[in-house]
Structures are given as C-alpha cells and as structure tokens.
C-alpha cells in the first residue's frame, strides 16, 4: 500500500521538506501521460471523423454536436461535484478511477453500430474524463513550490499536444492498416493499465506543503460547503474573467481542431497516410513547442507583474489571426500546413497561464474545484460550442459553397480570435488594478 506526503496541519501549512527532483519529474510525467490518454481519447473521434463519417453516414453537423456539445454536457459540469470530493478526499485516488472509466468507455465506442450507440459510448467517455484534468492539476500544485508552477504546468499540458499527435499518428496509421475501430480498442486497454499503475506508485501530496497557509484558513476552506464554494469562485471577478477569456480562446481551439483533418483531406485533398506523418508533425511540434515556450514566459513575467498572466495569451491571439485564415483560403493542403503551425504554436498560449493564475489565486484546499469550475467555464464554451458551430456553420454553407463549406466555417470562426484577445485584455488591466506591479 502506498503511503501519503500528507502530514498534521501545523501552525502553518508550508514547511513542507522538499521532495527530490526524481520523485517529482516521475510523478509529473506519470499525470502528463495521463492526460495525453485523455487528450487522445478524446480526440481520436476527430482525428477518424472521415472513415467514420463514411462508415456511419453523419454529417458536419452531427460530428460537431458528437465531439462538442454531447462530450462536454458531462465532461463539464460532472467535473465540479468530482472536484469537490477529490478535495476532500484522495486525489490521485479519483484521478485512477476516473482514467480507468474512460478508456473502457474508448473501447466501447469501436462498438457503436450507429449514431446514437456512438453518442452514449463519447458521454461515457465525457463523465470519466471529468475526473481527469482538475485532480492533476491540484497534486502538481502540491508537489511544486509557486516559482516552478508555470513551468510544471507547461510541461503536464503537452498532455493535449502530444495526445493529438500520437492520436493522428497511431490513430490514422492503425485505421489505415484495418479500420477505425481498431484504435479505440487499442487506446482503451493502455488507458486502463495505465490508471492501475497511476494508482500504485503515484503519492498523495500534502495539500499546501509549497504555500503559507494558516490553520484557521485551512480550516474553513476545508468546511466550506459545495454550492457556497461555486458562489465564492463566480463571485470572484477575476476568476470569472479568467475562465470566460479562456472559453473563448478554447472555442478557436476546438473549433479548429475537431475539424482540421477532415478539412485537410475533404477540401485540401490529403490522405489519411499524409495526416499520420505530416499533421502529426505540425501538432506535436507546434502545439507542444508553444505550450513549453508559454510555460517559461509565464514563470518569467508572471513574477514581475500578475497581468502578465493574461497579456500574453491576448498578444498571442492577436498575431495567430492572419496564419489563421490563410491555412482557411490556401488551396493546397502542403501550404495549409505551413500556416498552421503558427496558430498551432499560438493558441494555446492561454493555457498554461490560466491554469497556473487561478490555482494560485485560490486556497490550497479548493484547487481541485477550481480547476473543474475553471474547465467547466473553459470546455463549455470551447469544447461544447466551438465544434458544435463549426459543424453547424458547415452545413448552413454547404448550400452555397458546396466541398467548400469548412472552408468558410473557418471564415465564420476567425473573429473568435479579437473577441477572446480583447477578454484577456480586459482581465490584464483588472489584474493590474488589483495586482499591480511590485
């Protein structure tokens, strides 16, 4: 039986002996490969959506409420009341059993025989992966001292880079050698031996070992009830913003990415071997590449000034735009590559700086519901509705665009980006305001 790093409140929450770097680079790898399994998961419906569409005969539409609204209507608010209990309880517990739910409900998606089959397997999916996310967060937070924070959370967010990337390359390999249910299946028992070993050699953390928290402040955190803590968060402005900002800049996100590979070989004339190797590339690279860089201009601005937290993910947006709509209006899918990988290196900027902003901002004892609030708001938006306007967005076109119509749901998505620009603005200047600089 493994044994906690948990240890009697004293006088004050952070004398915590500092772990050896081995234990804690282990322990932030082990949580990173699980939310690449998360992320791969996830996104293999994406990745495989033309040989399903095909197989199953959906349409756009239908995909986008698949891969958005249905996922997130669970993933989203199930998340919160899991959070609340992995607060009180063991974290990496619920992390476990969370990743071993939603690899076996992966492997039933190769099941699905029809729409409605492939619609419960992806909300079983949504309701396990929950538990995923906001738990991760709080036990990196307990394991690194504030200064190492952006950076350690940099590196747990390759989780989704790396988890699209392995998903096209081995994903689009393995359906391309047999079909697309084989990768569920595959992906499904690795998710599930992988939340046993999570389960046997990852560590509870002492909650607050790296901060300076009094006991009488942990105390009430600890007795807070679950509706007054939702209050507390959304009653905080900055928290609000925060997670407002960063549903806007996740809607381009998945707005872009649920449907990039059917856009690429529907319009771009791509093959599904080309997006194993080519856009595989791109994604891990970029994505990966942008989430690090991100990770280090956080722990080095962030220590100058607060706002900074939200002034660079606005700048970044901002610059993403013009690569953004010329991958949209290139007619050749080499081309289109080339400019992706700029919004690819650029969108997700936002990430790890909300992530690390509000589990700073919050008592050690609630980190793990505000990170689920944080996503519930995030991935309602972004994950529920990007895709699910994507989609929509194709079919209104297709009447007068024909094959084009992704093309021009791209157009329709390209405003989202100086819409969430101008929210981190906005959450810049109410950050100064509060926070100024020292």
Known sequence: MKSEVDEPVSERVG????????????????????????????????????????????????????????????????????????????????????????????AACAMASNYAQLVIARMTVGVGEAGGVPPSYAIISDYFPRERRGRAMAIFNLGPPLGSALGVAFGASLAAASNWRLPFYVIGVVGVLTAVVVYVLVAEPRRGGHDTTTRAAAETAAKAGFVSTILRFFANPTLLLASVASGAANFITYGTSNFATLFLMREKGMQLSDVAIWYALVVGVCMGGGIFVSGRLIDRFGARSKAAYAIIPAISLVVALPFFICFAWVPLWQTALVFLCVPMFLNSFFLSAMVTFVQSEVRPNQRVIAGALLLLVMNFIGLGLGPTYVGMASDYFRSSHGTHSLQFAFFALAPMYLIAALLFAALARLIYRTNPPR
């Open 15 to 106: 004398a915590s002996p500092v772990l050896p770097p081995v234990r804690t680079g282990l322990v932030l790898g082990m949580l990173c490969f699980v939310y690449v399994l998360n992320f791969l998961d996830r996104q293999l419906i994406s990745i495989l959506a033309k040989p399903i569409q095909d197989d199953l005969h959906i349409t756009d539409s239908q995909l986008g409420m698949l891969t958005g609204f249905y996922f997130a209507l669970f993933y989203c608010f199930i998340a919160v009341p899991i959070g609340w209990l992995a607060d009180r309880t063991n974290r990496v517990r619920v992390l476990s059993i969370a990743c071993a739910l939603w690899s076996g409900a992966t």
